[in-house]
């Protein structure tokens, strides 16, 4: 229940702070300047956060086998949507980056972004087959090979993500990148995100392969399960600290200072193909 509370609180920070005093700041409280991707993924997070504990405290109060597996599916639901929100926001809010430091992986990118809503979705499916009574000979093994499968997709997409921000944090003046003080905020945060959603990666792979007959790993299963959960709050945190952080910084007025970029004519025409995205980095 304090997972749900958390939760509860992080979005009404997130409609205070963030809707109500970005759209004062851009002069009229208009939804379509306040309902963008970023926003719409900061709203999602939590609601997912609450779908993954609801479902998780509903089905270990209960004994009955049908019941624990329809909360279950609840809970599947929101960590599918969760993942796919934090695959989707860092995105967004990295592919400016991603242009300008290593535009070679923007196409393999977005063909991972495109097939995460197909792959992320399935991980609710073998316990939907369950409950339906479907094909439970299959639904059974294809539960844990599908949780293998999204697992090694955000392993992947968080290493290539995680590999471009820390390029660009340590070697962007270096390597003549373009310096611009809101990519540097998103580098940071996003730095911080992949790092605790790696983690929280490795205690699910640490808690599918216990023995589920024997009681004490049940125990140290549910341990591993809520801390996973606070994790995915965790995320959803620092993700709106970015928001925060962004918002300030375009509410000062300070301005970016594209240095790098303007002393390389080659990385010229990928600062200004990222100059939209940028605008919206608030």
């Known amino acids: 229940m304090a997972l749900v509370a958390v939760t509860a609180v992080l979005l009404i920070i997130l409609v205070k702070v963030v809707l109500l005093d970005e ?5 009229a409280f208009l939804l379509r300047r306040t309902i963008t991707p970023f926003n719409i993924c900061l709203v999602l997070m939590p609601v997912a956060n609450c779908l993954i504990y609801v479902g998780t405290l509903l089905s270990l109060s209960t004994t009955e086998a049908l019941e624990k597996l329809r909360f279950t599916v609840v809970a599947d639901v929101g960590v599918a949507l969760f993942q796919l929100t934090c695959v989707h926001y860092t995105w967004c809010r990295g592919l400016p980056i991603v242009e300008i430091a290593v535009p070679d992986a923007v196409p ?10 197909i792959l992320l979705g399935l991980l609710p499916v073998p316990d939907i087959l369950l409950l339906t009574s479907t094909c439970v000979e299959f639904a059974q093994p294809a539960s844990k090979v599908v949780g293998v499968l999204c697992g090694l997709f955000v392993l992947v997409f968080d290493t290539i993500v ?11 003046m270096t390597l003549m990148i373009q310096d611009d003080a809101r990519l540097r905020i998103i580098a940071r945060y996003g730095v911080a995100t992949v790092c605790v959603g790696g983690l929280s990666l490795v205690l699910i792979a640490a808690a599918n392969s216990l023995d589920e007959q ?16 606070a994790l995915f709050s965790v995320i959803h945190i620092i993700l709106l600290a970015m928001k ?6 375009k509410q000062s007025g300070n301005p970016s200072s594209p240095t790098a970029a303007s002393k390389n004519p080659t990385l010229t025409s990928n600062a200004s193909a990222s100059k939209t995205q940028l605008q919206q980095c608030a």
């Open 214 to 229: 024997d009681y004490n790993n049940v125990v140290i299963f549910q341990i591993l399960q809520i801390t996973v959960f």
């Open 162 to 172: 995680l590999t471009v921000f820390v390029r660009y944090l340590r070697r962007g």
């Open 108 to 117: 393999w990118m977005r063909r991972l972004v495109a097939i995460s809503p």
């Open 23 to 27: 759209a004062r700041h851009r002069g």
């Open 244 to 249: 925060i952080a962004l918002l300030r910084h």
